[in-house]
């Protein structure tokens, strides 16, 4: 069975002993993302989540192949969005962190406080996304810049973002200046042809967000989101050029939405020929059909890492579910880090 | 006929689209989609290119809104949530709030913002920044909290001359409704007595409206009897009706959903206090949401905003129960 995180000895395949190594370890985080992402909609339908639920069904190879090629113990940054279920768990962020907190776990990262995709663990690389698109890039440049001061030049971020977010002013200041900077940013754009109901004519002009590029003085890529060896391939290449010190790094992935904007939103806007189109299928399937025709696993392999990882995902939000809620009685209602200065603090004695 | 909140705001839009050639509606997903919370649904259909959609950039949003007024228009812009209009802070505060102060040129434009908690949202889709905006001279800010308030302001929003921040409230969108559409409502800037009452006056808006009444009822089978103000705008604000209600019952709670550092219930107290310190047989009390982000999961959203029953506890307080 191919290992799921790559070994230490860095090499063509990052880490990995050859490419079926590499394809078959970012195969199985897609899996993983899938068959967790399925269960958490399963949940939100029968009401057991509240608020959004945010899938990122069709973009799994795509951000897993960012997440995963990136090193979270030399210091890498990831910094996912709504849509990166697989890059985030295939970077580090663990199964029982995604599920306690869409469940409100108190036992999570957020404590309850935040919930389903805006969490992350700032110290171990994994900045807290916020809802406000555009606003991580300067986040991570940041996170960049500090390492930069700590004597560390040879750490890369990620940060993803969509073809909507991409608009706002907060990506064009933070490309900018992770430009300027010279910053080992790799920044993935999964252009998935919609932003909410709104397709992509309606948000940029030019004929590829990955013409942008030359603008900003920055390398660009433009490839096809659900293949999953281009994914690779392409963030390979743009990590090892970021870490080389060639500065921020634009990869486009052409790709489509394949659930609607959340759970609630049954997508009736995008035509059913979107999926015949190019770029309109499902890299799981893709990928399935690749390790198959390769060789590299059989149907029955595949059939039991889905059975492994379905068993997995059951325990992993049973037990979120087991754990205590927030209790509004045990919360500070401070929200200061400063915490003699928090209003309604008694002195300290 | 029944007519919820939201198709209230719906219809006004429509009948303002039907009167003034020059209203069109800007943000995202308003077109075809009819907008996140369907306050546009249909309109685009009716009015060909007249509602439009914005790519993501609150930003240029709003600053076109304001190039647009200059020249004769009368944007509504619709923000996503009322937590995006951050992005648009600059715009807002700095481009149309000074505009005709500046250069003596009004900027009649409507910015909607769907606003307030709701059970799950989290700190970046439930703020109430109706304080915010209203710290600034040169904004009207609008926070309705009935069916018919939300037609009649609306249209009026639309049509004054300067910009004027809706508040529309997220709750309320679905479940409040009223049998037909008022033929008029109170002038803006006119508070509303929402229910009489004698021994303490609780102001209050928008969502916070509704849990004031509730704490009233609650209350009122305890033989209390408790006036409800109804702000309506918060800025500007009716100190008159305020002051007139705090004459009759001597007591006064200001409650508002926004954060507790000043705004609006500092704002109605310090009024009170100042203009009408004799009348008040009790300090006045201020209740405010907590001191935090608001918080995702339901068991904390429902302990960081005011609700009846907090409302309840407050007036059981000012009476020295
Ligand atoms: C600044 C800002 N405005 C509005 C929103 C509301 N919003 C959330 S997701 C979304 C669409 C995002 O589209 P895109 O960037 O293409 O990402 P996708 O959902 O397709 O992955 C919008 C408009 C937001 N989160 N941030
Ligand atoms: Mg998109």
Redesign the interface.
């Known amino acids: 069975m191919p290992s799921l995180s790559p070994s230490p000895t860095a090499s063509r395949w990052k880490g990995f002993a050859n490419e079926r190594e590499r394809f078959l370890a970012a195969y199985r985080w897609m899996i993983l993302a899938r068959i967790f992402e399925e269960k958490i909609a399963a949940l939100y339908r029968a009401g057991k989540i509240v608020g959004g639920v945010y899938l990122g069904r069709g973009q799994e190879a795509f951000s897993v192949a960012l997440g995963m090629q990136l090193d979270q113990a030399h210091g890498d940054l990831f910094a996912g969005l709504i849509r990166d279920q697989g890059g985030r768990m295939a970077f580090g962020e663990t199964l029982m962190d995604s599920a306690r907190t869409y469940l409100g776990s108190v036992e999570g990262p957020m404590r309850g406080r935040d919930g389903n995709i805006h969490r992350g663990r700032p110290t171990r690389g994994m900045p807290a996304m916020i809802s406000h698109l555009g606003t991580m890039v300067a986040v991570v440049n940041g996170m960049l810049m500090a390492k930069r001061f700590h004597g560390r030049v040879d750490v890369v971020g990620g940060v993803t973002i969509g073809d909507g977010g991409t608009s706002t002013g907060a990506f064009h200041e933070g490309l900018n200046q992770a430009a300027v900077e010279k910053l080992p940013l790799v920044v993935a754009v999964a252009d998935n042809q919609y932003a909410y109901s709104t397709p992509t004519c309606h948000q940029y002009a030019c004929a590829d967000l990955a013409d942008r590029a030359a603008g900003y003085g920055v390398r660009g890529y433009s490839i096809d989101g659900t293949d999953l060896t281009a994914c690779l391939e392409t963030f390979h290449e743009a990590i090892e050029r970021a870490r080389r010190g060639e500065g921020p790094q634009l990869v486009v992935g052409k790709l489509l939405r394949l659930a609607g904007h959340g759970e609630h939103d049954d997508a009736r806007y995008i035509p059913a020929r979107k999926r015949q189109e190019p770029h309109g299928g499902d890299c799981v399937a893709l990928a399935r059909e690749k390790a198959l025709k390769s060789a590299w696993a059989s149907a029955k392999e595949i059939d039991e890492w889905h059975a492994q990882t379905q068993e997995r995902v059951e325990e992993a939000v049973a037990r979120a579910q087991s754990e205590p809620e927030p209790n509004p009685f045990r919360e500070s209602w401070h929200a200061l880090a400063t915490k003699h200065l928090a209003e309604g603090t008694p002195p300290a004695q | 006929m029944s007519i919820t909140y939201l198709d209230a705001i719906r219809e006004a839009q429509a009948r303002a689209l039907e009167e003034d050639p020059n209203v069109f509606i800007y943000g995202?997903?308003v077109a075809?989609?009819g907008g996140?919370f369907k306050a546009t649904k249909g309109l685009a259909e009716r009015f060909p290119g007249r509602v439009i959609?914005?790519?993501?950039?609150?930003?240029?949003i709003v600053g076109s809104a304001v190039g647009a007024a200059i020249e004769g228009m009368r944007p509504i812009v619709e923000m996503q949530?009322a937590?995006?209009s951050?992005?648009a802070f600059n715009q807002i505060v700095n481009q149309s709030a000074t505009h005709y102060w500046r250069t003596g040129v009004p900027c009649p434009i409507t910015i909607r913002l769907p606003s307030g908690g709701t059970?799950?949202?989290?700190?970046?889709?439930s703020q109430s920044v109706e304080s915010l905006y209203a710290h600034y001279p040169g904004l009207i800010v609008m926070t309705p909290a009935t069916v018919e308030d939300a037609y009649g302001m609306l249209l009026e929003a639309i049509r004054i001359e300067d910009p004027v921040i809706f508040c529309e409230h997220k709750l309320l969108y679905y479940h409040l409704k009223a049998d037909a559409l008022p033929r008029s409502v109170l002038p803006v800037g006119k508070a509303r007595i929402a229910r009489v009452g004698r021994h303490a006056s609780v102001v209050a808006c928008s969502a916070m409206v509704h849990e004031a009444l509730r704490a009233a009822r609650v209350l009122a089978d305890e033989g209390w009897e408790i006036e409800v103000v109804d702000l309506r705008t918060a800025k500007p604000i009716d100190t008159d009706t305020i002051l007139a209600s705090v004459a009759r019952t001597g007591r006064l709670l200001a409650v508002a959903e926004s954060f507790p550092w000043g705004g609006i219930t500092a704002e109605v107290v310090s009024r009170v206090v100042t203009e009408g310190f004799h009348l008040l047989d009790a300090p006045p009390q201020r209740l405010n949401s907590?001191?935090?982000?608001v918080?995702?999961?339901?068991?904390?959203w429902?302990?960081?905003r005011p609700t009846w029953q907090s409302i309840a506890a407050s007036v059981r307080h000012l009476l020295g129960l």
């Open positions: 995202q997903d075809d989609f996140a959609d914005a790519p993501i950039s609150e930003d240029a949530f937590d995006f951050a992005v059970e799950g949202s989290g700190p970046f889709h907590k001191d935090t982000p918080p995702y999961h339901p068991n904390l429902r302990a960081h």
